[in-house]
């Protein structure tokens, strides 16, 4: 039987609204790039989340996954197989 988490992207976004100072209206769908996170953003999301979720991630992978919805798709699978 495989454990299922299961992560929102609502809470992903607010960290980027809290912490990397995104626009209000940004949405769990808005793109990264058009955001402007540079990698060294993204490699410090990663740290947060991995904290945050005991899953490890990297910068890389939430690059290319490249919105909060699609994060805490990626977040939810890992913690799933991990």
């Known amino acids: 039987m495989t454990n299922r988490v299961s992560v929102q992207p609502e809470p992903i976004l607010d960290v980027l609204r809290t912490h990397f100072e995104v626009p209000e209206d940004t ?10 996170l540079d990698s060294l953003v993204l490699i ?12 490890e991630l ?9 919105t909060a ?3 805490a798709e990626l ?8």
């Not at 990297?58 to 490249?66: P, S």
């Open 75 to 82: 977040l939810s699978v890992k913690g799933a197989n991990g």
């Open 27 to 36: 949405s769990v769908d808005t793109g990264f790039e058009g955001l402007d």
């Open 44 to 55: 410090e999301l990663a740290v947060m989340l991995t904290k945050q979720y005991g899953v």
């Open 69 to 71: 919805a699609k994060v």
């Open 58 to 66: 990297t910068g890389d992978e939430i690059a290319t996954a490249g």
